[in-house]
């Protein structure tokens, strides 16, 4: 168990003779458990009150994620919900499914959970650039001084990659946990550990889509809170004249 998922080879893609380790193929399970939910959910979508349990069960995951990204930030929530839902159904699943005896969950690969914090990085300027435009989203890393640029760029990069060790770290040591509690006490005491290892996946999952939303929409909100400033400077002006 100790051994890296990223050495442990599930199998070879057959003419190639291409070794996959159990970090790709377990993703490649967990994509296909998604799309195959999202499949059952949306393949006939209906309104009015009979709908299918899929289609409701669906309806409510999405209306509770649209609900947590308008609660965080001042802008419109359809902007960020594919990528932030994304982001938070795939590590859910992947710590969901570690209940499952020997799998091997992604997430407890640290090139798993860097390739996601990579994507958040990537889309912090994506996200900056589309809420602000490019001018305005150069400038931030020109405050307060045009001397903090790498400082401001240092802060991103390593604010992204601490999300991809916090992640990996928390989900190996419960795989790692629920292991050495299996070999010691095989059937009584595996079962609080995994309700335990399953409370803390979800947790993680939500840890790090709010994180990743608050960097991709920082940009939007410094925008609101400049535009809110001058609004009450300007109030406070015309009011004194």
């Known amino acids: 168990m100790l051994e890296l998922y990223d050495e442990q080879i599930a199998f070879y ?5 291409i070794p996959v380790n159990w970090t790709i193929a377990s993703t490649w399970i967990v994509m296909v458990i998604l799309m195959l939910v999202s499949w059952l959910a949306t393949r006939h979508l ?11 069960g669906m309806e409510v995951l999405v209306k509770a994620i649209h609900g947590q990204i308008h609660e965080m930030t001042s802008g419109n929530p359809m902007t960020y919900l594919p990528f932030i839902g994304t982001l938070f159904l795939f590590i859910l699943t992947c710590n969901l499914l ?28 994506f996200f900056g650039i589309k809420n602000a435009g490019l001018k305005r989203y150069l400038k931030k890393y020109l405050k307060p001084s045009p001397a903090m640029l790498p400082f401001n760029i240092l802060s991103e990069l390593t604010s992204t990659g601490a999300m ?17 509690c299996l070999m010691l006490v095989p059937f009584i005491l595996p079962l609080p550990m995994q309700v335990l290892g399953l409370f803390t996946g979800m947790i993680q999952a939500y840890i790090f889509a709010m994180l ?8 939007h909100e ?14 406070a002006i015309n009011e004194t004249i």
Do not use: C
């Not at 209940?99 to 912090?124: D, N, Q, R, W, Y």
């Open 222 to 235: 410094e925008e609101e809170n400049l535009v809110s400033s001058q609004d009450k400077k300007q109030a």
């Open 46 to 56: 209906k309104t009015g009150n009979k709908v299918s349990h899929w289609q409701t």
């Open 98 to 125: 570690t209940l499952i005896p020997e799998f091997k969950t992604p997430t407890a690969s640290l090139s798993t959970t860097a390739a996601l914090a990579l994507m958040v990085l990537l889309g912090i300027p």
């Open 212 to 219: 990743a939303l608050m960097y991709i929409s920082s940009v």
């Open 13 to 17: 893609l057959p003419y190639w003779n």
């Open 164 to 180: 991809a060790v916090r992640l990996f770290g928390n989900v190996l040591s419960g795989v790692i946990i629920g292991s050495i």
